[in-house]
């Protein structure tokens, strides 16, 4: 389990030593933003507009703060103790926006879900050979009711199959519980997924971004509207920057697969073979009422939720 503890250590660290948001100008006069973020392919375009010099472009000095959960990145976010979320779980930021725990924005978007993104993983000897095993299982996701249950319950219910039982277990010891058997499956998200595969011998039982999942917006560049209002200049640089990587990721996989070993743990080799989502240019309102109304239909919010006043212009 060495490349899980890897994985593990690049996830475990929290957020300490964070200023408070729209903090003041560096030594070479860019204003500094600090950004959580998860390990995950979700997050490559952070890191491909850092190391590419593109937040540079805009006057930024973006740090990076990773994280294991984005939601524990929230009281931060709400203290102003970090400015931006990436890869930000839609799912647990609309519930909280239709609480009024956060006053919402979306500055880009993150990724959208494509083939093999995120599987469901057995073990090699399981005796679950489709997904119609899967009812009344235990399968792992890194948070209940979010964007893994959701899409799951979506696919499963298309194909007229039962649903499973769900415990929360991290990424980083996904693999871990199903060598011990402590669940029946994992829904893992790349890099994870590739990790979890090479190390326990896990097969694929069902592609977790495929028939109703495959094109919802999975994640994004979560703000809030005071950082947006205090820092328009700031927020406005950060969306064309994260949005000109994203191009890159979407036109340049390779790039991708050249920036994961760089904050994923993941080796070059294992890079080369793991599944990418999609990376779209901009944030679609069409996109993500799609995944409202699947929240809506599957009672993960209450009322309909209009997301184009949140996108940040």
């Known amino acids: ?14 957020l300490v030593g964070c200023d408070g948001g729209g903090k003041p100008p560096s030594g070479d006069g860019r204003q500094q933003l600090t950004v959580a973020a998860l390990p995950l392919t979700d997050s490559a375009a952070l890191y491909l507009a850092r190391d590419r010099g593109l937040f540079a472009k805009e006057g930024l000095d973006v740090r990076v703060q990773p994280v294991q959960q ?15 979320i990436a890869s930000a779980n839609y799912v647990t930021y609309f519930q909280a926006y239709e609480k009024g725990t956060l006053d919402l924005r979306i500055l880009a978007e993150g990724v959208r879900i494509a083939p093999h993104m995120m599987d469901v993983l057995v073990p090699g000897d399981s005796p679950l050979k489709s997904p119609a095993d899967l009812a009344g299982k235990k399968v792992a ?12 319950n979506a696919i499963l219910d298309a194909r007229g199959a039962g649903r499973p039982v769900y415990r929360q277990i991290l990424f980083p010891q996904m693999g871990p519980a199903l060598d011990r058997g402590q669940v029946d499956a994992v829904h893992a998200v790349e890099p994870f997924e590739t990790a979890i595969q090479g190390e326990s011998g896990a097969r694929v039982l069902l592609d977790a971004g495929s028939g109703p999942a495959r094109g919802l917006p999975a994640s994004g560049y979560i703000t809030t509207r005071d950082f947006v209002d205090k820092h328009p200049k700031a927020a406005a640089g950060f969306r064309r920057a994260v949005e000109a990587a994203s191009r890159l990721a979407a036109g340049d996989p390779g790039a991708v697969r050249t920036e994961l070993p760089k904050y994923a743990k993941v080796s070059a080799a294992q890079a080369e073979s793991i599944h990418l989502p999609a990376y779209p240019a901009t944030a679609d309102p069409a996109a993500l009422r799609r995944l409202i109304r699947l929240m809506r239909a599957q009672g993960l919010l209450e009322k309909d939720v209009d997301p184009a006043p949140l996108l940040a212009k």
Do not use: C, E, W, Y
């Open 1 to 14: 389990m060495k490349r899980l503890a890897a994985l593990a250590a690049a996830a475990a660290l929290v």
């Open 70 to 84: 984005s939601i524990q990145a929230l009281p931060a976010l709400l203290k102003g103790q970090v400015d931006v």
């Open 141 to 152: 996701v890194a948070v209940l009711n979010n964007i893994q249950s959701l899409t799951l």
